[in-house]
């Protein structure tokens, strides 16, 4: 299949590539001109304006859009809409709020325009590991770019069968699901990062507890002089706490185990904002998770912690994300 781009950041540009790997072609296009020209260096046909990418496309066009939420997206997507054709497609794989999807899709739909939301998890790994996938939008318009959302996603791997399932593998079980209409793929991949906060917080508290044991407050036959690189690594073999963040803090650790290279000032992204808007509006309890984005709040007004620290380390392992102290 053809698709376009827009937005070769640390996931646009590695989208494309993985698209490429597979046998699909792409057209795509950033401000930064030596994005554009390192992917049409690999293969990608560029375009040095969203006119120009559309014009590259064939019909039925399929764009996405892969900008940081907010203005630059929405701009884009108001742009794209003034310029495609009936029955195209745009493609959201932000990390959009999903009430402005289903804004989005009501409004394309007025002009015969399609809308599909990609919640995409996978960050700077995408490339090599695959993308999991969580997509919003008519069944026909998600059934019709499934040869594109396949080939990003991770596939079923070494991962063991779900006890249960039967028959072929599903797309959940290859790394992507159909959520829902409009706004139930972003929706989804929004409580997803939610966990994630709760999940990144866990971590980053008891390893401070453990960094804490070896303090010079305890009385000295009290005090445990703990290995942290080694912790992390015999947890990750056989443990209940083994994951993805944990190798992550692992390889963290074993570079630095103080952490001294990262700030520890650590940033929300917007996600785990929304969920817990979400929680409120829907009356869920949910102490855990509030409990990760105020983390995040203090760490960016007072001196960050070892456990802050311990974020901004998995927050660059995944995702690239620099650490800056608040001002």
């Known amino acids: ?89 745009i493609i959201d794989g932000g990390n959009t709020f999903y009430k402005d999807d289903i804004r989005r899709a009501a409004d394309l739909a007025g002009r015969q325009l399609h809308y599909v939301d990609v919640g995409t998890s996978g960050g700077v790994w995408g490339l090599e590991r695959g993308y999991c996938m969580m997509i919003g939008g008519e069944k026909a318009v998600v059934e019709r770019l499934d040869p594109l959302f396949a080939t990003l996603a991770p596939g079923v791997g070494n991962i063991p069968r779900t006890r249960g399932r039967q028959g072929p593998a599903g797309r959940a079980e290859q790394g992507y699901i159909h959520a829902g209409p409009a706004g139930a793929g972003h929706y989804v991949k929004m409580i997803h990062n939610g966990i994630e906060y709760g999940l990144m917080q866990a971590y980053a508290e008891g390893f401070d507890i453990l960094k804490s044991k070896g303090s010079e407050a305890l009385p000295a036959d009290q005090r445990f002089d703990l290995d942290l690189a080694e912790i992390a690594e015999v947890w990750r073999r056989g443990s209940v706490v083994t994951s993805w963040l944990l190798d992550l803090t692992a390889d963290a650790l074993v570079a630095d185990p103080q952490l001294g290279g990262y700030s520890g000032s650590v940033a929300d992204s917007g996600e785990g904002r929304w969920t817990i808007d979400a929680a409120v509006e829907q009356a869920v309890p949910v102490p855990v998770l509030s409990s990760a984005l105020f983390a995040r709040f203090r760490s960016r007004q007072q001196q960050g912690t070892y456990a802050d620290r311990m974020l901004s380390a998995m927050r660059f392992g995944f995702g690239g994300h620099v650490e800056k102290k608040a001002e």
């Open 1 to 89: 299949m053809q698709l376009g781009i827009v937005g070769l950041g640390r996931m646009g540009g590695n989208i494309a590539r993985r698209l490429m790997r597979g046998g699909h072609r792409t057209v795509v296009h950033d401000r930064d001109r030596k994005a554009v020209e390192t992917l049409v260096a690999e293969g990608a046909n560029g375009a040095h304006d969203l006119g120009a990418l559309v014009a590259k496309l064939e019909k039925p066009r399929a764009v996405w859009v892969m900008l940081p939420a907010g203005e630059p997206t929405e701009q884009t997507i108001a742009q794209l809409a003034d310029l495609l054709d009936a029955d195209d497609v």
